[in-house]
């Protein structure tokens, strides 16, 4: 079973919709999580960590289920500037090494 | 704002041959990281360094891979003799570490290696 898993997509959506993305993982002793965005080519930018209460950030909202160990970000009223491959991250020991989904990507249509 | 910074960005050579690419953290973080990607794939972690040592490293990281921190603020990783399957986006991160700071990594630009 993979580490972290991702639906790869990818999603394609006009302006102003809204997407849910979903992962899972596998370890249970993982400890931290996260959302990273990254465009072609370009390093993985931190989007947002993840909390188990689900945590707000403008039109980002990050939920994370423990029991499921599930953890899902939902993007409201979609940008264009928002079309880019979403990255499922957990975090799961003292060397904080970050494991990698292999990414959700989203095109956003006019 | 602060930043890692990688250099080069982009960097070819031949197979067989040694490159070392090069990183320079954001300061008075304590924890840093190398990871790539291959092309069309996901990020995988290499190997993380903290307190002038490598803490963990993964099984892609074998005897051809070797890093540094020579002088306080680069950190360096080598690779030794490289194989047609290097070729890869290189990844460097640093993470503050301090008590009581958020466990966020930031990412350099990549380095862009490419073994003909």
């Known amino acids: 079973r993979k580490e972290v898993e991702q639906d790869p997509g990818p999603f394609n959506v006009p302006e102003g919709a809204t997407v849910a993305f979903n992962c899972t993982y596998s370890n249970s002793a993982s400890q931290s999580f996260f959302w990273y965005r990254q465009d072609c080519r370009k390093e993985p930018k931190l989007l947002m960590s993840?909390?188990?209460s689900g945590n707000e950030d403008g039109r980002f909202t990050a939920q994370l289920n423990r029991a499921s160990q599930y953890i899902s970000l939902l993007i409201r009223d979609s940008k264009l500037s928002d079309s880019a491959t979403y990255l499922c991250?957990?975090?799961?020991?003292?060397?904080?090494?970050?494991?990698f989904g292999s990414g959700t990507r989203l095109l956003v249509r006019p | 704002e602060p930043e890692v910074t990688q250099t080069p960005s982009h960097q070819v050579t031949q197979m067989g041959q040694e490159v070392i690419l090069r990183c320079v953290p954001i300061s008075n973080h304590l924890y840093f990281y190398w990871y790539r990607q291959i092309l069309g794939q996901k990020v995988e972690f290499l190997v993380s360094f903290y307190n002038n040592e490598i803490s963990e490293k993964s099984e892609i990281f074998d005897d051809q891979f070797s890093v540094e921190r020579p002088d306080g603020s680069n950190f360096t990783l080598k690779i030794r003799s490289t194989k047609l399957e290097d070729s890869a986006m290189y990844f460097c991160?640093?993470?503050?570490?301090?008590?009581?700071?958020?466990?966020?990594?930031?990412f350099g630009a990549g380095t862009r290696l490419s073994v003909l």
């Open positions: 991160a640093s993470l503050t570490g301090r008590t009581g700071a958020k466990n966020i990594q930031y």
């Open positions: 993840v909390y188990s």
């Open positions: 991250v957990v975090n799961m020991d003292s060397s904080y090494k970050l494991i």
